[in-house]
Nanobody, 124 residues
């Protein structure tokens, strides 16, 4: 079983930056592809970014390409989401997710482990 804990959310002005972290417990982290999803009020949870177990393959939603970067440190059992040039429409609860496979996935149904989320609010 893998437990995920997100941190790093907060309130930022449009154009600003935040870095989210997701700390994972368990010994399977280095063999798990990881992803970030977000959910705004009244909307479905949507894919943001994903990263393979090795870190060599990434996938991004079109809405965040060029602004967000996903990365991982397998020695620290941590995955990150660097968010730059933030926009008000990025406001949401951001969730970290993991799956017991090495390849990336963009569908939330393919993830087995979820954190509780961290709030990101971007003011205009």
């Amino acid at each position: 079983q893998v437990q995920l804990v997100e941190s790093g959310g907060g309130l930022v002005q449009a154009g600003g930056s935040l870095r989210l972290s997701c700390a994972a417990s368990g010994r399977t982290f280095s063999r798990s592809a990881m992803g970030w999803f977000r959910q705004a009020p009244g909307k479905e949870r949507e894919f943001v970014a994903a990263l393979s177990a090795s870190g060599g393959t990434t996938n991004y939603a079109d809405s965040v390409k060029g602004r967000f970067t996903i990365s991982r440190d397998n020695a620290k059992n941590t995955v990150y989401l660097q968010m730059n040039s933030l926009k008000p429409e990025d406001t949401a609860v951001y969730y970290c997710a993991g799956r017991p496979l090495v390849i990336v996935a963009a569908n939330k149904e393919e993830y087995s482990y979820w954190g509780r989320g961290t709030q990101v609010s971007v003011s205009s």
